[in-house]
């Protein structure tokens, strides 16, 4: 067993490398070198507008995001992959979503925690490396360092970064979770992918908050994602209506995006939705006691913003539905919760409700 130290042997090497990445369950793999200068140019653009709000991990490492050899030295290459993850078709999204009773949750974390997931498949991707080759020098991401996963996987012909600012693909559109390893092996890098936004502006239009300030930039203080996963506490209220039933996370910009008619559905059984979170109503999970939350969460992204962040975004799709005494009865019952945040955003749910005609 050697390293491949001619540029045959390394092309057939990155062959197997893409073989073996689609039979362990990734949809395509690509490979890229470590110059982000451009991406680096629009990070720090970014930063600098502040569009990254309270998550400081953004902006806490430098340039290891962009600087691949910074974060684990001798990467000189970056093995890309994507997986699949839609469980339901775009139509029962939808009713989800117009139906102001539903409680609704993005299609990425229905199912398992996509991170522990990916990583180990990442993990026997290089196992089968290793097998083949010896030792070598890796390491695999998964949405869990500074990494600039999009820029990366576009590099590395996976797809290109839309105008809503996630990756897309001609082929399957953009419900595909990114991770990758980082490697110190020479091998040939893939063509970067081309761009197809062309003249569409469809999630611009659609973004409930106008998060999407410019084409490809999202600021995230805006994004009902960040305001109802990152952000710890109070949401601003002006943005409060604008969220609507969204109490995990939001979709909108990719339901819209007409490449999604080519998405498939996921073939991991561990992205199929559990206890029904494709389908609960609001009053039923803010119903939901500490002990219940922490069960139906077991496994899944959403248990992650613990159960106070849960209430909290209840509560506010709560007091952006129609007026029902049921709810105003629900939301009552939570006055004295003894988190302060919960009981702000109770009030105000309380107060719209109230107000309603
Ligand atoms: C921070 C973060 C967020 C933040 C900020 C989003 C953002 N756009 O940055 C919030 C919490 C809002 C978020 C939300 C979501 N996220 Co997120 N998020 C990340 C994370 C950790 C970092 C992203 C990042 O580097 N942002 C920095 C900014 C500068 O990058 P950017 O906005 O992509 O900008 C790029 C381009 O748009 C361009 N650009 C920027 N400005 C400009 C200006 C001009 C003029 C031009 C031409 C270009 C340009 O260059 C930049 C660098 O390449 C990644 C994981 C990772 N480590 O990469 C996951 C990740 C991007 N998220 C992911 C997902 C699934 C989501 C959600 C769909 C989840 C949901 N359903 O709620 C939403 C989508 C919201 C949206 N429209 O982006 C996936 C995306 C997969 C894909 N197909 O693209 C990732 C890759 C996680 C993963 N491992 O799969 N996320
Ligand atoms: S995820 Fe929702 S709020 Fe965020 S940019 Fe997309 S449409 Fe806008
Ligand atoms: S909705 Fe249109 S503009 Fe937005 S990402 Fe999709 S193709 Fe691009």
């Known amino acids: 067993m050697v390293i491949p130290d001619n540029s045959e042997q390394l092309t057939s090497l ?6 073996w990445g689609q039979e362990l369950g990734f949809q395509q793999v690509g490979i890229t070198d470590t110059d982000l200068s451009k991406a680096e140019t629009h990070l720090d653009n970014w930063l600098a507008k502040s569009f990254h709000g309270t998550m400081d991990y953004m902006q806490r490492h430098g340039h290891k995001r962009s600087r691949p050899a910074l974060l684990h030295p001798g990467t ?40 522990k997931l990916m990583r180990n498949r990442l993990q026997k991707l290089a196992d089968r490396i290793h097998a083949e080759i010896g030792d070598f020098g890796y390491r695999a991401f998964v949405d869990s360092a500074p990494v600039l996963e999009k820029a990366l996987a576009e590099k590395a012909g996976l797809g290109w970064i839309g105008k809503h600012s996630n990756l897309i693909n001609r082929k399957a559109g953009s419900w595909f979770f990114l991770g990758e390893l980082y490697t110190d092996l020479p ?12 003249d569409c502006h469809a999630c611009l239009d659609i973004c409930p908050t106008q998060a999407i300030v410019a084409p490809y930039q999202v600021d995230a203080r805006r ?3 960040y305001l109802t996963i ?3 506490g109070s949401i601003p209220e002006e943005l409060r209506p604008l969220i609507g039933n969204r109490i995990y996370g939001c979709d909108d910009c990719q339901i819209i995006c007409p490449w999604n008619r080519f998405a498939k559905l996921t073939n991991e059984k561990d992205f199929n939705p559990r206890h029904r979170l494709n389908t609960q109503e609001l009053l039923d999970v803010f119903a939901w006691s500490g002990q219940e939350f922490l069960d139906k969460t077991e496994g899944s992204a959403i248990r992650r913003i613990g159960y106070e962040r849960w209430l909290r975004n209840i509560a506010v799709a709560l007091g952006n539905a129609p007026k029902s005494k049921v709810i105003i009865e629900s939301l009552k019952t939570k006055l004295l919760h003894p988190s302060e945040l919960v009981q702000e955003h109770v009030k105000w749910a309380l107060d719209q409700q109230l107000g309603k005609t």
């Not at 990155?14 to 073989?19: E, F, H, R, S, Y």
């Not at 078709?89 to 991170?115: F, K, T, V």
């Open 76 to 115: 000189s290459r970056v093995i890309s992959v994507r997986m699949d993850y839609l469980p339901e078709s775009g139509d029962r999204m939808w009713s989800a979503l117009e139906n102001p009773l539903s409680a609704y949750i993005s299609r990425y974390a229905l199912g398992r925690d996509y991170h």
């Open 14 to 19: 990155a062959a197997q490398i893409k073989v």
């Open 223 to 225: 994004c009902v994602s």
């Open 230 to 232: 990152e952000l710890h």
């Open 187 to 198: 091998l040939p890098v893939d063509k970067p992918a081309t761009e197809h936004c062309g």
